[in-house]
């Protein structure tokens, strides 16, 4: 192809966004340059997702925001990949006839090669379903978006089929990539200067299962952990059915692995997480959390939890409520249940009206925020390591950073940091979604009973 700019926009979890480094990385095989902006590229690739209706409005909202960029210069390219391309397919075409190719998941090694293709051919096509052969004109590699955060798929696919999900549908069956590829690919990023890794998979503790090896999750951390130079693992998502004490117990023991643990609870009611097929109780998730403390009593933990699940009473609700104040997250993501066609919990009896799923989420929101405030202020005073992510948006005189377990944190910029530094910053203002803080570099030897902390002598 001759050179070009293409831009990529990707909405979703970070597993899209790990996908749309995939594509980035073809497009500039094939000679492509980041832009400035979407609107000087000759390619856009949009990374879609469709886990809940409000992602799938924002996109139809963006491809329409694109046609005059298509139409202003036809020999622009727009190529809708990712979830909603592999749900869809076809229909976006019809509704949006500007689109060039529509790609499922499946078809990101092949993504150079039909690209190339298009531009010779100029014959429209949608790929879903199954993974074409990959072609050869690309290696599939990241160009990555972060200068700190390297995000590494360790598998994709889930096999879970929770009642209210699409993504089973979408991405497929679980399939692990070697532990030695995984490896290889850690090594380079920490060459190229990544401080942080992130292993992402939809379901990280069965990683291995597909390929008959038991605990090979917790084996995978280690061997992570042992890669000359790495600074920080984080990894997610994990599902509470499939996490082990073993994977505790590497945690704790490791060198270079984040204490923070996301573990999507979605409901505290027995009956709820029966009917949504989670594969655990309330009290299984309870015990659970009981081992995260014993094994890692500093840990940040997070959540997802759905509220307005078809047939939640007020009863199964309160559940929720309370093991939210009994488990003390520092965060929960919360999301209005979202019918998606296609999965068991469309069809179920006694969808709520939307006004009572926002009841619920402002109820469940107001509690959340604060706790979240009240741990954040239980470390006011802490020196902490924190790594270096870059000026805040707002304000190009403060810099941002997160500590080891993934909170945020603002404070002034001397100068003496760059990106992809370990700042030690002394806490010095709670608020409920981030913390403030000034650098202590040179603040005198303290002992900090936190785990956490930096320990000096
Ligand atoms: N409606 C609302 N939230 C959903 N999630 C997944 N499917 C739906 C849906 N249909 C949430 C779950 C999951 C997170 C990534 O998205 O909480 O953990
Ligand atoms: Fe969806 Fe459940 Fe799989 Fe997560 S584990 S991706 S919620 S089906």
Redesign the pocket.
């Known amino acids: 192809m001759k050179p070009f700019y293409y831009a990529t926009m990707t909405f979703g979890?970070q597993m899209s966004e790990s996908d749309a480094e995939h594509f980035a990385g073809q497009l500039e095989q094939l000679g492509g340059t980041r832009a400035a902006s979407w609107e000087e590229a000759d390619v856009v690739v949009m990374n879609t997702c469709c886990?809940?209706e409000s992602a799938e409005k924002k996109i139809f909202g963006k491809i329409g925001e694109l046609k005059k960029w298509k139409l202003d210069k036809p020999e622009r390219i727009l190529c809708i990949t990712g979830c909603l391309a592999e749900k869809d397919g076809e229909k976006l075409l019809k509704r949006a006839p500007h689109i060039d190719l529509v790609l499922g998941t499946q078809q990101i090694p092949a993504f150079g090669s039909l690209l190339r293709e298009f531009a010779d051919n100029r014959l429209k096509r949608t790929i879903t379903g199954e993974a074409v052969a990959a072609g050869d004109d690309c290696v599939d590699q990241a160009a990555r978006r972060s200068d700190v955060t390297a995000w590494v798929p360790i598998m994709h696919g889930c096999n879970n089929f929770?009642t209210?999900?699409?993504?089973p549908y979408v991405r497929g069956r679980e399939k692990s990539r070697p532990q030695s590829d995984i490896l290889a690919e850690v090594r380079q990023a920490v060459q190229d200067g990544y401080k942080e890794i992130y292993l992402l998979g939809q379901n990280v503790n069965s990683y291995g299962k597909d390929r008959g090896e038991e605990q090979a999750f917790a084996a995978l951390l280690a061997a992570v952990d042992q890669v000359a130079g790495v600074e920080r693992i984080r990894f997610m998502?994990s599902h509470p059915r499939d996490m082990t004490e073993e994977v505790l117990r590497v945690i704790a023991n490791g060198r270079h692995l984040s204490k923070q643990i996301h573990l999507?609870v979605?409901s505290g009611s027995t009956s709820m997480l029966k009917r949504m097929n989670r594969g655990y109780t309330r009290e299984d998730y309870l015990a659970l959390i009981a081992k995260v403390r014993q094994y890692l009593p500093t840990a940040t933990l997070t959540t997802?939890?759905?509220v307005g699940f078809p047939g939640e009473t007020e009863e199964e609700f309160a559940d929720t409520m309370s093991l939210v104040r009994e488990v003390q997250f520092d965060m929960s993501?919360i999301?209005?249940?979202?019918?998606?066609s296609g999965?068991p919990?469309a069809a179920f009896e006694n969808q709520l009206p939307l006004e009572e799923k926002k009841r619920r989420f402002q109820a469940l929101n107001g509690l959340q925020s604060e706790i979240s405030l009240q741990l954040n202020r239980q470390m006011l005073g802490q020196l902490l390591p924190v790594l270096v992510e870059g000026p805040s948006k707002n304000d190009q005189r403060v810099l941002t950073g997160r500590t080891d377990g993934n909170k945020l944190v603002l404070w002034p910029d001397t100068g003496r940091h760059k990106v992809g530094d370990l700042a030690k910053i002394r806490i010095t203002k709670a608020q409920t979604w981030l913390l403030k803080g000034q650098e202590a570099d040179d603040d005198k030897p303290e002992l900090y009973a936190n785990d956490g902390a930096i320990q000096e002598h």
């Open positions: 979890c886990v809940r929770c209210y999900c699409i993504v998502t999507p979605q997802d939890i759905i993501y999301f209005l249940y979202s019918k998606r999965t919990a």
